[in-house]
T-cell receptor
């Protein structure tokens, strides 16, 4: 149980284009999903927290107009990197927290990550 | 001072050794403590999840939390080459959006 998927696993795009990454909780409902960024050999950096049906809360220093987050349902959140530039190249990972009343509702389960390369 | 301190290693041990991984923290409000394992180019995988102080065992893994010392540990018995990965400790306060605070991660290499 507690499986989170991400799509695509890898994407290469040209500078100036937009890229959408999907995060799905496959066997549980996730009222809260999180988006992280990870640079090589570094820990995870939280970018934003999203709750189903409401606007995402962004961490300090994260441009909300550049990283658009939509949490449209209890099993799906999307991250859109708009007008991507080479410095946006990174490993993006989502996580999902089971809703209140579900098993392990106080922890997070992570997706496999999406490697974005902007040329 | 970071909220969560974790030695990044690397830590190299022979197969079969007992591995001890540790984190210290400064926020006394942390209530939930987790250990994640992350293989290269993969997302973190939840290994252990503990609420408040105490021990928890699952197979070859034992997690310990000492809230009085603000110190958590993960022990791996009979370590295997497949245990080679980065181990991240994470913790959160009770309630709210359960924002996780991560340690830097410790890179572990188990050699045959």
């Amino acid at each position: 149980g507690a499986v989170v998927s991400q799509h695509p696993s890898r994407v290469i795009c040209k500078s100036g284009t937009s890229v959408k990454i999907e995060c799905r909780s496959l066997d549980f409902q996730a009222t809260t999903m999180f988006w992280y960024r990870q640079f090589p050999k570094q820990s995870l950096m939280l970018m934003a927290t999203s709750n189903e049906g409401s606007k995402a809360t962004y961490e300090q220093g994260v441009e909300k107009d550049k990283f658009l987050i939509n949490h449209a349902s209890l099993t799906l959140s999307t991250l859109t990197v708009t007008s991507a530039h080479p410095e946006d190249s990174s490993f993006y990972i989502c996580s999902a927290r089971p809703g209140t009343g579900q098993r392990d509702s106080d922890t997070q389960y992570f997706g496999p990550g999406t490697r974005l390369t902007v040329l | 001072q970071k909220e969560v301190e974790q030695d990044p290693g690397p830590l190299s041990v022979p197969e079969g050794a007992i591995v001890s991984l540790n984190c210290t923290y400064s926020n006394s409000a942390f209530q939930y403590f987790m250990w994640y394992r992350q293989y290269s180019r993969k997302g973190p995988e939840l290994l252990m999840y503990t609420y408040s102080s105490g021990n928890k065992e699952d197979g070859r893994f034992t997690a310990q939390v000492d809230k009085s010392s603000k110190y958590i540990s993960l022990f791996i018995r009979d370590s295997q080459p497949s245990d080679s990965a980065t181990y991240l400790c994470a913790m959160s306060e009770a309630g709210g959006y359960n924002k996780l605070i991560f340690g830097a991660g410790t890179r572990l290499a188990v050699h045959p």
